[in-house]
């Protein structure tokens, strides 16, 4: 599977075949008893568009099958919007490869592609959307022109509201500036068809989204109400430093890595397409760029691995008008918002290139975006996993397929990065319900008010000896699962085999049968404190 293991790429790839599963089964995918087991919840997955699109192909080739079908269809795509663009701006057939390229190869691309994050990677819609702006613009009498850019409009924000917002940034920009300068009357009439075909696709979808998180108590994904200075740590983790506009090689913003952290952003716009964008016939758009990139350095200004104080204080950027009026969980990736304008620059820098230097450009254009460029190449890719003990799993539940389902606990949740992601994938084997949410390594610290069970999927030594037999024999926990590829388990190999007795080994994982006597036994009623309000998850992607 394309991208590494150590970050989104299991959760993300969950998603198509949650989505088969719901269709199979004749369910909208709007909740699920298979996360947060055994309440289960509300759950608006976070790349809709993706996974509508790859559930189709789950039951042909499987999981990592549909996962990689998906991410090159979404390359594809951004490679055709960059190029749209750049036609649209007036580039040659030969130089709007540049644009197309500048797109689909951009540095935010690659890093995103490399994170395992589909719906980053679904950038081809924003810029679809801003090349039917821009042709309904310049000419502003048909409709049709307003209601395609209004559906993209919506398709934009329906796969990300991040990249809606920089559409929308930009979109003020070019809109401001067709109304100096054409028919006022019929660029109004267009703008209030667009929006209003646009709110009657989004609004709906607004207000699922809002009822699936609305009930803390039946929510998978729980609503961070903490004002955003609470979640002050989120901001600092996805600081943007301006100079990774500009600077190639390995240079980011904030080092990751020394956090333990795979993830990589980037925001580099490229020389080969800045430079003919600064001398293109087109560079007035520059202005509709310079917008969602400014908004896209965050609140205040960061620079050299640190936030930038005058007189004690912050500076302030125009982001931090933002952060207000968005929800808190909202703020963590004002960086994505840039990404209009990368997509833009490289259009105009596209529609700046001669016919005859577009080769040239392009060659050179390659070499730095995926060789000199800070996005990882090639893309790190996810290594086969042995799903012996979810075959297990799945073949002793079929045994008794008339009992209800009964939770597989894995453990550890808190392995290198985001590897311990891997147990979503892992259930569409076995199919049954698992305790943690999305993420995993962050949903593992709704555990912590369970006793041993916290410190058994924590990691946490000390807790062991606390702990007692009937954290694990709850009645709703049906195996344990001990991954012995995901850190040092020693001790809670230990632990388990002292209470539950010897395993069954799967290659690296080893596996507890812990269900009742009864297979028919009822489950008992849900009973998971949370966890204390103080207690802080990693950095959610």
């Not at 190869?105 to 592609?113: G, T």
């Not at 990368?342 to 105009?348: T, Y």
């Not at 410190?455 to 702990?467: N, T, W």
Request: proline content about 8%; overall charge neutral; aromatic content about 8%.
């Amino acid at each position: 599977m394309l991208g590494d293991p150590r970050v989104d790429v299991w959760n993300h790839a969950w998603g198509p075949w949650w989505f088969w599963d719901c269709l199979v089964q004749g369910r909208l995918p709007l909740a699920t008893h298979l996360l947060n087991a055994p309440e289960g919840g509300h759950l608006w997955f976070i790349d809709p568009v993706g996974a509508a699109a790859g559930m189709w192909l789950v039951p042909i080739g499987g999981v990592a099958f549909a996962w990689n079908v998906v991410i090159v269809a979404l390359i594809a795509a951004a490679s055709v919007a960059g190029r749209q663009l750049a036609l649209t701006l007036g580039a040659g057939p030969r130089a709007s490869w540049v644009g197309a390229v500048g797109v689909a190869a951009s540095a935010h691309v690659i890093s995103e592609l490399h994170n395992g994050i589909s719906e980053a990677v679904g950038v081809a819609w924003g810029v679809f959307a801003l090349a039917a702006l821009l042709r309904a613009t310049a000419s502003p009498g048909p409709v049709r022109g307003w209601v395609t850019t209004g559906l993209l409009g919506a398709l934009t924000a329906v796969g990300t509201y991040y990249y809606a917002v920089g559409l929308g940034l930009a979109a003020v920009v070019v809109l401001a500036d067709a109304l100096w300068r054409g028919p006022r009357r019929e660029l109004l009439r267009g703008v209030v068809v667009a929006a209003i075909v646009a709110a009657v696709v989004t609004i709906p979808v607004i207000l699922v989204i809002e009822s699936t998180v609305a009930d803390a108590a039946h929510s998978v994904i729980q609503r961070d109400v903490a004002d955003w200075r609470d979640r002050f740590w989120v901001l600092q983790h996805n600081a943007v430093d301006p100079l990774s506009l500009f600077v190639p090689g390995n240079f980011q913003s904030v080092d990751l890595s020394s956090l333990g952290e795979s993830f990589r952003h980037s925001s580099y716009l490229g020389f080969f397409v800045l430079i003919p964008a600064i001398r293109s016939p087109r560079r007035r758009l520059l202005w509709a760029a310079a917008v969602p990139v400014v908004f896209s350095l965050g609140p205040f200004l960061w620079v050299g691995g640190d936030w930038v104080r005058l007189g004690g204080h912050l500076v302030a950027l125009p982001y931090r008008l933002l952060v207000d009026i968005l929800p808190s969980g909202a703020i963590a990736h004002p960086q994505r918002l840039g990404f209009i304008g990368i997509a833009i620059v490289a259009a105009v820098g596209a529609a700046g290139v001669r016919e005859r230097q577009a080769p040239w450009v392009l060659g050179g254009l390659l070499v730095e975006l995926l060789l000199l460029s800070p996005a990882p190449w090639p893309v790190a890719t996810t290594p086969a996993l042995d799903f012996g003990y979810a075959e297990a799993v799945r073949a002793a539940v079929a045994e008794t397929s008339d009992a209800p389902p009964r939770a597989v606990v894995d453990v550890p949740a808190n392995g290198e990065g985001m590897s311990t992601s891997r147990y979503l994938l892992f259930q569409t084997i076995h199919g049954q319900p698992i305790p943690y949410g999305p993420n995993v390594r962050a949903d593992a610290f709704r555990l912590y008010g369970n006793g041993g069970l916290a410190g058994l999927v924590l990691g946490s030594g000390s807790a062991f000896r606390q702990a007692h037999i009937q954290d694990l024999r709850r009645g709703d926990a049906g195996f344990i699962a001990l991954h012995r590829d995901l850190g040092e388990t020693a001790e809670m190999e230990s632990w388990l085999r002292d209470k539950l007795g010897d395993p069954t080994e799967h290659g690296p994982v080893l596996l507890w049968d812990v269900r009742p006597a009864d297979p028919n036994a009822p489950l008992p009623p849900p009973n998971r404190p949370v966890g204390p309000a103080n207690a802080s998850p990693p950095a959610p992607e």
